[in-house]
Nanobody, 131 residues
Framework: EVQLQASGGGLVQAGGSLRLSCAAS????????IGWFRQAPGKEREGVSC????????YYAHSVKGRFTISSDNAKNTVYLQMNSLKPEDTAVYYC????????????????????????WGKGTLVTVSS
């Protein structure tokens, strides 16, 4: 059974940092892409970042590039999202998801990480950034 467990959310002031973790089990971790997505109240779910465990490629949405860093510890089957310089607009429930294929397209100079391209989802963790 595929399981993804996101953790690390919390309340932080603007400009602060948080590190999210996504612990994965039930599939061959090295063969999958793991993505981070977020959904703010009243908004659609959007892709934040994605990493391909096959080749280590990483992708970021324009809104977080330069502030967030995704990494993978294959020995622990865990993907991390280091979030720095947090802004109030980063407030959302953050989810991690997995799929055999990397659901990323490049358009107009930016990457789009498609939530619809992910097959497995974990429960979210809430990140609240106060101003």
């Amino acid at each position: 059974e595929v399981q993804l467990q996101a953790s690390g959310g919390g309340l932080v002031q603007a400009g602060g940092s948080l590190r999210l973790s996504c612990a994965a089990s039930g599939f061959t971790f090295d063969d999958y892409a793991i993505g981070w997505f977020r959904q703010a109240p009243g908004k659609e779910r959007e892709g934040v970042s994605c990493i391909s465990n096959r080749d280590g490629s990483t992708y970021y949405a324009h809104s977080v590039k330069g502030r967030f860093t995704i990494s993978s510890d294959n020995a622990k089957n865990t993907v991390y999202l280091q979030m720095n310089s947090l802004k109030p607009e980063d407030t959302a429930v953050y989810y991690c998801a997995a799929d055999r294929f990397t659901p990323v397209t490049y358009f107009g100079g930016t990457y789009y990480i498609n939530p619809g391209g992910m097959n497995y989802w974990g429960k979210g963790t809430l990140v609240t950034v106060s101003s």
